[in-house]
């Protein structure tokens, strides 16, 4: 396992913004705008073209696009709660609260 791993500490910094500091002190900062455009849940990741966790009998998208929440609000993190020992989850300003973030998923997003 990485020595950053497991985090010792995540701070919400703004609603823009957490700082993670890590086992071995270091820290890094993610913005809500990276956190959000990378969500892993299944949702968000058929939205970015990958198909990995659709159903194969899954029927015909609408062509309807219904805009429930503008933009900013969707990038406006409102919470973060644990899961287990193994991750976080957190809650946006359009009410999305499904993708947990793994620790080691942090890690990596801290370091592309």
Same mark, same amino acid.
Not at 10 to 36: G, M, P
Not at 42 to 67: F, N, W
Not at 71 to 90: D, F, P
């Given at each position: 396992?990485? /020595?950053?791993? %497991? %985090?010792?500490?995540?701070?919400?910094?703004?609603?823009?913004?957490?700082?993670? #500091?890590? @086992?071995?002190?270091?820290?890094?900062?993610?913005? /809500?705008?990276?956190?959000?455009?990378?969500?892993?849940? @299944?949702?968000?990741?058929?939205?970015?073209?990958?198909?990995?966790?659709?159903? %194969?009998?899954?029927?015909?998208?609408?062509?309807?696009?219904?805009?429930?929440?503008?933009?900013?609000?969707?990038?406006?993190?409102? #919470?973060? !709660?644990?899961?287990?020992?193994? @991750?976080? @989850?957190?809650?946006?300003?359009? !009410?999305?609260?499904?993708?947990?973030?793994?620790?080691?998923?942090?890690?990596?997003?801290?370091?592309?």
């Amino acid at each position: 396992m990485n /020595s950053k791993l %497991p %985090p010792k500490e995540i701070r919400k910094l703004s609603e823009h913004e957490i700082q993670v #500091t890590w @086992a071995d002190n270091s820290i890094n900062q993610i913005t /809500s705008e990276v956190l959000r455009k990378l969500c892993p849940c @299944a949702v968000c990741k058929a939205e970015r073209g990958d198909t990995s966790h659709e159903k %194969p009998l899954s029927p015909k998208k609408s062509s309807l696009s219904i805009v429930e929440s503008t933009r900013e609000e969707s990038v406006e993190l409102k #919470t973060i !709660r644990g899961v287990g020992n193994y @991750a976080i @989850a957190l809650e946006w300003g359009d !009410r999305h609260d499904d993708g947990i973030y793994t620790w080691p998923y942090l890690l990596e997003l801290v370091q592309s």
